[in-house]
């Protein structure tokens, strides 16, 4: 069977729409343009309900109340008003526990509160890119203290796919009262998520990485009494419980909750198939180039990701012999970055082993000729590249 190209694997940059999501945005673009906000006509009452049932959707996914769902442009914006608006609440700098594994969304606003005062602290990984558990636990203090305003981790690392233990997380947060967030946007529909069992206060979660629409995504904020101390933004208009003002994007809104849909009915074998893709090529690559390596954890990472280090090129000579496939050497927000992943650098590789480093993520719509097809080309590039290395 031939291969149609180029190949798409850069499905953590963002995924392609889903065709049944895609009906639904062209549908209610055409059909359903009122205002959810318009309480006085039909129009209006139908975005309303389209709006409510995505809400149900989004929810499900997360194992979270409808309430407490608030829709956003994406996880960006979701990250800003989890960190920013709890930081806005409070009367004085306090402190928040972050990772070094955190996509800029989050680090950036971070480091804008680091410059107002705030104390941050960035509890470092091991080489297999998982929290060490026993900092996280040292800079929380006892259950007696309450110095810590909120605590703040990525669900799956967007560059090596890593999954941090969430649950085990939430207990250590549930047991001194402080506030747990994390940034969902590549795990969410990907892996399970109970918002409950892992003790989440706040989560972040985007549609374009679950075979959605680009520019909608979610800020989830546990109900709670009294209210969690969050503060908006932006203001004007009242929308999304005035965290979130501003008419919201119907459309957008009724596709992202189909994606969300989707992922619940079809994640378990979609997952299998997915990992057993994954497998197959990182075998393949394995057995045939020598000095090829994993960067992150064997097992605890997502389904679709692979991040492989090949000694002796530079990702950046790599890419363009392979334009047929769509590769990555990171995340899609710092691409135009110089110099090598801060992420890989953290986990204890060098400069040159991080600028040796492809991002390979499969998605829905990857096949196994696919993943052939990709292995051929990346061996046969990665093999020319060192025989013509001085």
Same mark, same amino acid.
């Given at each position: 069977?031939?291969?149609?190209?180029?190949?798409?694997?850069?499905?953590?940059?963002?995924?392609?729409?889903?065709?049944?999501?895609?009906?639904?945005?062209?549908?209610?673009?055409?059909?359903?343009?009122?205002?959810?906000?318009?309480?006085?006509?039909?129009?209006?009452?139908?975005?309303?309900?389209?709006?409510?049932?995505?809400?149900?959707?989004?929810?499900?996914?997360?194992?979270?109340?409808?309430?407490?769902?608030?829709?956003?442009?994406?996880?960006?914006?979701?990250?800003?008003?989890?960190?920013?608006?709890?930081?806005?609440?409070?009367?004085?700098?306090?402190?928040?526990?972050?990772?070094?594994?955190?996509?800029?969304?989050?680090?950036?606003?971070?480091?804008?509160?680091?410059?107002?005062?705030?104390?941050?602290?960035?509890?470092?990984?091991?080489?297999?890119?998982?929290?060490?558990?026993?900092?996280?636990?040292?800079?929380?203090?006892?259950?007696?203290?309450?110095?810590?305003?909120? @605590?703040?981790? /990525? +669900? %799956?690392?967007? &560059?090596?796919?890593? =999954?941090?233990?969430?649950?085990?997380?939430?207990?250590?947060? *549930?047991?001194?009262?402080?506030?747990?967030?994390?940034?969902?946007?590549?795990?969410?529909?990907?892996?399970?998520?109970?918002?409950?069992?892992?003790?989440?206060?706040?989560?972040?979660?985007?549609?374009?990485?679950?075979?959605?629409?680009?520019?909608?995504?979610?800020?989830?904020?546990?109900?709670?009494?009294?209210?969690?101390?969050?503060?908006?933004?932006?203001?004007?208009?009242?929308?999304?419980?005035?965290?979130?003002?501003?008419?919201?994007? @119907?459309?957008? /809104? +009724? %596709?992202?909750? &189909?994606?969300?849909? =989707?992922?619940?009915?079809?994640?378990?074998?979609?997952?299998? *198939?997915?990992?057993?893709?994954?497998?197959?090529?990182?075998?393949?690559?394995?057995?045939?180039?020598?000095?090829?390596?994993?960067?992150?954890?064997?097992?605890?990472?997502?389904?679709?990701?692979?991040?492989?280090?090949?000694?002796?090129?530079?990702?950046?000579?790599?890419?363009?012999?392979?334009?047929?496939?769509?590769?990555?050497?990171?995340?899609?927000?710092?691409?135009?970055?110089?110099?090598?992943?801060?992420?890989?650098?953290?986990?204890?590789?060098?400069?040159?082993? %991080?600028?040796?480093?492809?991002?390979?993520?499969?998605?829905?719509?990857?096949?196994?000729?696919?993943?052939?097809?990709?292995?051929?080309?990346?061996?046969?590039?990665?093999?020319?590249?060192?025989?013509?290395?001085?």
């Amino acid at each position: 069977m031939a291969v149609r190209t180029p190949v798409y694997l850069d499905n953590h940059a963002t995924t392609p729409m889903d065709p049944a999501v895609l009906e639904v945005l062209q549908r209610v673009q055409k059909d359903h343009f009122g205002n959810p906000a318009s309480e006085g006509h039909s129009f209006g009452w139908a975005a309303q309900t389209l709006v409510k049932n995505a809400r149900h959707q989004v929810a499900q996914l997360l194992g979270a109340d409808p309430r407490e769902i608030i829709f956003t442009s994406g996880a960006t914006e979701a990250n800003n008003l989890a960190l920013l608006g709890i930081a806005a609440a409070s009367t004085k700098p306090g402190k928040i526990i972050s990772s070094t594994l955190e996509h800029s969304s989050v680090s950036e606003p971070l480091d804008h509160l680091e410059q107002r005062g705030w104390d941050v602290v960035r509890v470092p990984s091991d080489q297999d890119g998982l929290l060490q558990l026993e900092v996280l636990e040292k800079n929380l203090g006892s259950v007696h203290d309450h110095q810590v305003s909120l @605590v703040s981790v /990525i +669900a %799956a690392q967007n &560059e090596i796919g890593t =999954l941090q233990p969430l649950e085990k997380i939430g207990k250590l947060c *549930r047991d001194r009262g402080v506030l747990f967030h994390s940034d969902a946007a590549q795990a969410c529909g990907h892996v399970a998520m109970d918002v409950t069992s892992m003790g989440l206060d706040l989560v972040s979660i985007s549609s374009h990485k679950i075979y959605g629409p680009k520019g909608v995504g979610a800020l989830m904020v546990k109900r709670t009494h009294p209210p969690l101390p969050l503060q908006p933004l932006s203001f004007g208009g009242g929308q999304e419980n005035g965290l979130r003002p501003g008419t919201l994007n @119907v459309p957008g /809104i +009724a %596709a992202f909750g &189909e994606a969300c849909r =989707l992922a619940l009915e079809n994640r378990d074998q979609e997952v299998a *198939r997915i990992r057993q893709l994954r497998d197959r090529l990182w075998h393949r690559l394995e057995e045939q180039l020598p000095g090829v390596d994993l960067n992150g954890s064997a097992h605890s990472r997502l389904p679709g990701n692979l991040n492989i280090r090949f000694d002796g090129i530079r990702s950046a000579q790599l890419l363009p012999r392979v334009a047929v496939l769509a590769l990555s050497t990171g995340s899609a927000c710092r691409s135009a970055e110089p110099g090598p992943s801060p992420v890989l650098l953290s986990l204890g590789l060098t400069a040159q082993q %991080a600028a040796a480093s492809v991002r390979i993520g499969l998605g829905r719509f990857t096949t196994e000729e696919e993943v052939d097809f990709a292995a051929e080309r990346l061996v046969a590039a990665v093999v020319k590249l060192r025989q013509e290395k001085p």
